[in-house]
């Protein structure tokens, strides 16, 4: 059974880092590419990151480029998201997702896992 | 950037069809992608690639993409429906539309 585990969410004072885990299993984690999800309270879903399989391509949305930072480690079976500077239109709950299979531009089966969420809040 | 532009909220009467759309510039030329996020709970792809179902998704639901328009439908509406349901599509980057909350009356 597919499993992805979101951990490291909390409340922040604006300006401060977090870092996000996301621990996957029930499928070969290195196979797939995985992104970090994030819906604001009352809004809707913004993708915020992805990561391709083997680590080398990362890309970002425009408001978190240079701020935020995706990573992954194999020997864990793990996602991550390192936060820096946060602000308070950061506060959302962030969502672990599983890529489904691609291929190049034209070929995409969207999300096919997500985890549960968990929460970031940016206030002082 | 690419924009996807859905209804904000569709209402349906018990047993009838429900369809939500989604439009985009020469969407027709994408693949287009389905969740269904009840209340409290994380997202659920529903249809993948236009008209695709994942396994477990009933056979109530489907999907078309055409031109400038995707649409969603859900035939035999149930209680259980109720929930939001966003679109999403890959240009450059993946790209949700904004929602559309459905009512079963």
């Known amino acids: 059974e597919v499993q992805l585990v979101e951990s490291g969410g909390g409340l922040v004072q604006p300006g401060g880092s977090l870092r996000l885990s996301c621990a996957a299993s029930?499928?070969?984690?290195?196979?797939?590419?995985m992104s970090w999800v994030r819906q604001a309270p009352g809004k809707g879903l913004e993708w915020v990151a992805n990561i391709k399989r083997d680590g080398s391509e990362k890309y970002y949305v425009d408001s978190v480029k240079g701020r935020f930072s995706i990573s992954r480690d194999e020997a864990k079976n793990s996602l991550f998201l390192q936060m820096n500077s946060l602000r308070a239109d950061d506060t959302a709950v962030y969502y672990c997702?599983?890529?489904?299979?691609?291929?190049?531009?034209?070929?995409?089966?969207?999300?096919?896992?997500w985890g549960q969420g968990t929460l970031v809040t940016v206030s002082s | 950037s690419y924009e996807l532009t859905q209804p904000l909220s569709v209402s349906v009467a018990l047993g009838q069809t429900a369809m939500i759309t989604c439009g985009g510039d020469?969407?027709?030329?994408?693949?287009v992608h389905w969740y269904q996020q009840r209340p409290g709970q994380a997202p659920v792809l529903v249809i993948f690639?236009?008209?695709n179902r994942p396994s477990g998704i009933p056979d109530r639901f489907s999907g078309s993409n055409s031109v400038n328009t995707a649409t969603l439908t859900i035939s035999r509406a149930q209680a259980g429906d109720e929930a939001d349901y966003y679109c999403q599509v890959w240009d450059s980057s993946w790209v949700f539309g904004g929602g559309t909350k459905l009512t079963v009356l």
């Open positions: 690639r236009d008209n």
């Open positions: 029930g499928f070969t984690f290195s196979s797939y590419w």
């Open positions: 997702a599983r890529e489904g299979p691609r291929s190049g531009s034209s070929y995409n089966e969207g999300f096919d896992y």
């Open positions: 020469n969407i027709g030329g994408k693949n």
